[in-house]
T-cell receptor, first 115, second 110 residues
């Protein structure tokens, strides 16, 4: 069974440009999360989808960030326009159902560098 | 609001035992999880405690006290490969929202 996959693994863009990150969760997982880790600090929650619905987007930094989950399958996170402080590793995770002991499976992350 | 507190760094020697503590404040608490992340890698699930007490999985054990809003991860017979960051995390709210602490960097020395 394929795990959570993220694309690209690395992205270097200039300030002001647009970048779109993609996450393919494990098939059948309703819950999909986006997180960001900056310079070895906390794994910061960005938002949570349940199927195609945004359940909680309280962690999204500002309106330059837009997340979508088409048909409840893969998800994209777009940053437009990118700023220097957006640099970090963006992780996607998915979990199977609403049982609270469900393990969340993480992708390898996308390392975004804004220069 | 929601917050989790854990030490930023812990150092230990091979073969030793180390305990990483986590205190939390959250609404709608359902359980405490622990994740391991090696540098450059993805966080991976270690354990989950929904009820008070100790859960043991091989060399790793996890403990929860709901009344104290406190838990810990116990690593025994430390090996060099255990050097990593360890995060406590809680499910909170009504829809499986999973939030993480700042992580504890464990360095295991010979």
């Amino acid at each position: 069974e394929a795990g959570v996959t993220q694309f690209p693994s690395h992205s270097v863009i200039e300030k002001g440009q647009t970048v779109t990150l993609r996450c393919d969760p494990i098939s059948g997982h309703d819950n999909l999360y986006w997180y960001r880790r900056v310079m070895g600090k906390e794994i910061k929650f960005l938002l949570h989808f349940v199927k195609e619905s945004k359940q909680d987007e309280s962690g999204m930094p500002n309106n330059r960030f837009l997340a979508e989950r088409t048909g409840g399958t893969y998800s994209t996170l777009k940053v437009q326009p990118a700023e220097l402080e957006d640099s970090g590793v963006y992780f996607c995770a998915s979990s199977q159902d609403r049982q609270m002991n469900t393990e969340a499976f993480f992708g390898q992350g996308t390392r975004l560098t804004v220069v | 609001g929601q917050s989790l507190e854990q030490p930023s760094e812990v150092t230990a020697v091979e073969g030793a035992i180390v305990q990483i503590n986590c205190t939390y404040q959250t609404s709608g608490f359902y359980g405490l999880s622990w994740y391991q992340q090696h540098d450059g890698g993805a966080p991976t699930f270690l354990s989950y405690n929904a009820l008070d007490g100790l859960e043991e999985t091989g060399r790793f054990s996890s403990f929860l006290s709901r009344s104290d809003s406190y838990g810990y991860l116990l690593l025994q017979e430390l090996q060099m490969k255990d050097s990593a960051s360890y995060f406590c995390a809680v499910f909170s709210g009504g829809y499986n929202k999973l939030i993480f602490g700042a992580g504890t960097r464990l360095a295991v020395h010979p």
